[in-house]
């Protein structure tokens, strides 16, 4: 199974906003999601949009702990990126 992990980081303060898709279309699913088409599209902001499959969250956690070093603002920031 693979997962889909859309994070968006902001590079100045390096806080994040992490949604997880899971099951078996997990990436393909987090690709289509028209939030991350349209952020993806967004240029000239401190946002950065990662769209990463992996088999867990866990797995991504490691691989790309860049990603993962500031605040989780996932439930404050989550309605500003749906």
Not at 1 to 27: A, S
Not at 38 to 53: Q, Y
């Amino acid at each position: 199974m693979m997962v889909g992990v859309i994070i968006r980081y902001n590079r100045k303060t390096g806080d994040r906003c992490v949604k997880v898709y899971d099951g078996p279309n997990g990436y393909l699913d987090a690709g289509n999601d028209p939030a991350y088409l349209r952020d993806s599209a967004k240029v000239g902001t401190d946002w950065e949009v990662a769209l990463i499959g992996s088999d867990s969250l866990d797995s991504v956690m490691h691989t790309h702990s860049r990603y993962f070093s500031g605040r989780d603002r996932t439930k404050e920031l989550a309605a500003q990126f749906e």
